[in-house]
């Protein structure tokens, strides 16, 4: 019989001390290791892991290959500031990123330690290139959590709330969700609706020539694992083009195979970021994140316009060089399309028997899956609030977005057989949310 001594005993001890700002509730658990998809507590209960650590760690937990790299660099040298002087990890990683990225031309990087300060960058260069001020980001989006990227978001009130005044000259539109989408409206109609809303403060009180970078996530992620329109992406990136506005892609999330390309950009034929942020997987998680830029962009601003400490250095770049052939050696980028493929088939199955499943969206092994109030189409958190907490009981770790999508990210290097005992785990739970077995937990609320 699982038990949780040891998790309740080491919670309570942390909750003398933790702040509540810091930690989104879900489980009362603690994790104690992991290997591949399968992470378990600290009193030996194991999990399908299908959130991957909210997609940091695309290569599974404790890959060896990336561990031995960890290690080896941590007892040769575990710091120097790359702030000073260069390491050799750092200086071999910056043009295999540069090369990676779906930017042409001359291609620079910049280290930073989180997502959130990656995106930071993106405002800094944008405003230094083009001289210009305004930032236009859009509804749903999560760019993180320093001052700067929180202001960019629109995901929780909780992120503005008794924050103020946050960034001035960040302006933002509403994002193209699905849920917008009028049930008797053209795909092509909803597109130029909602390109209509994007136009609105650029002919109201928003001089297209004082912005300086559109900053979107081609696939929204904690938005709802939302694709943007091929038609509505179009036209964006020609207004950019038109108006000398920087077009900037947050990959934090959706970046480094998830999506089933590299970059959740590239399943937009034609599509090219000037700048791009990067972090989570891009080095299974330990604290990296990069902007990559075109040079010209890169270089508009001198030292020490952008740099960190701790960003860069040894441990966290061995660990990058190690994730980078990690991904190429085991296919991951393949393999996530593949295996993504195999779950939207068992989804779009498990949708047409159950009508509380409503959209799903998947893109790489990658998925929303809207959990609906049958009667009026709308989401029902407290339904995907029963079905988590009841897939977390039959041992797999899954958590939701927006309260009633649960987000569906394993590590890419999940198992067929895992990934399909992760199914037969949802598939429980859903038959018994139909049946009317399940019952909400004593915690009532999970998430933001
Ligand atoms: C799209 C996106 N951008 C930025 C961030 C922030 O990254 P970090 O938490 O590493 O600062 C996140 C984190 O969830 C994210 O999903």
């Not at 390491?87 to 043009?95: C, F, R, S, Y």
């Not at 960003?311 to 061995?318: E, S």
């Not at 393999?335 to 989804?347: I, N, P, V, Y």
């Amino acid at each position: 019989m699982t038990n949780f001594n040891k998790s309740a005993e080491l919670l309570k001890e942390e909750a003398t001390s933790f702040a509540t700002a810091a930690r989104v509730k879900y489980y009362d658990i603690v994790i104690d290791h992991g290997q591949g998809a399968v992470i378990t507590d600290v009193d030996g209960n194991d999990y399908i892991d299908l959130l991957a650590s909210a997609s940091s760690t695309n290569t599974g937990h404790a890959h060896p290959k990336v561990a031995k790299a960890i290690a080896e660099q941590a007892s040769k040298l575990i710091q120097y500031t790359p702030a000073y002087f260069a390491n050799p990890n750092a200086a071999k990683l910056a043009p295999k990123l540069a090369a990676l990225s779906p930017i042409s031309g001359d291609v620079e990087v910049a280290w930073g330690n989180s997502g959130s300060d990656a995106n930071d960058a993106i405002i800094k260069f944008s405003r230094a290139y083009t001289g210009r001020q305004y930032i236009v980001t859009f509804t749903g989006a999560y760019h993180g959590s320093t001052y700067g990227s929180m202001t960019m978001s629109s995901v929780s009130l909780n992120m503005t709330r008794k924050m103020g005044p946050m960034l001035p000259g960040i302006v933002k539109v509403p994002f193209p969700d699905p849920w917008e989408q009028e049930a008797d409206e053209t795909e092509q109609h909803f597109v130029d609706r909602m390109f209509s809303q994007f136009e609105l403060p650029f002919e109201t009180y928003l001089p297209a020539e004082e912005v300086a970078a559109i900053v979107i996530e081609p696939i929204q992620g904690d938005g709802g694992i939302i694709k943007v329109p091929d038609a509505y992406m179009q036209k964006l990136y020609a207004f950019a083009k038109e108006h000398g506005i920087l077009f900037c892609v947050d990959e934090v999330n959706q970046g480094m195979g998830r999506t089933g390309k590299w970059w959740g950009i590239q399943n937009f034929p034609g599509v090219e970021p000037d700048l791009m942020s990067v972090g989570k997987s891009v080095a299974s998680g330990m604290p990296l994140s990069a902007v990559i830029g075109r040079k010209e962009i890169m270089e508009s601003l001198g030292a020490p316009g952008h740099l960190f400490t701790t960003a860069g250095n040894p441990v966290t770049t061995a660990a990058s060089l190690a994730t980078l052939e990690v991904m190429e050696e085991e296919h991951l980028v393949e393999r996530s399309a593949e295996l993504g493929q195999l779950a939207k088939d068992f989804f779009k199955q498990e949708a047409q028997e159950f009508d509380f499943i409503g959209n799903v969206r998947m893109y790489g092994l990658n998925g929303g899956i809207d959990i609906v109030d049958p009667s009026t189409g709308k989401g029902d958190s407290d339904a995907t609030t029963m079905i988590m907490n009841r897939v977390f009981e039959l041992g797999a770790i899954i958590i939701s977005l927006r309260g009633s999508v649960l987000r569906f990210q394993p590590p890419l290097v999940i198992t067929e057989e895992q990934l399909k005992q992760a199914f037969a785990i949802l598939h429980q739970a859903f038959s018994e949310y139909q049946a009317g077995q399940l019952t909400m937990p004593t915690c009532h609320h999970m998430g933001w």
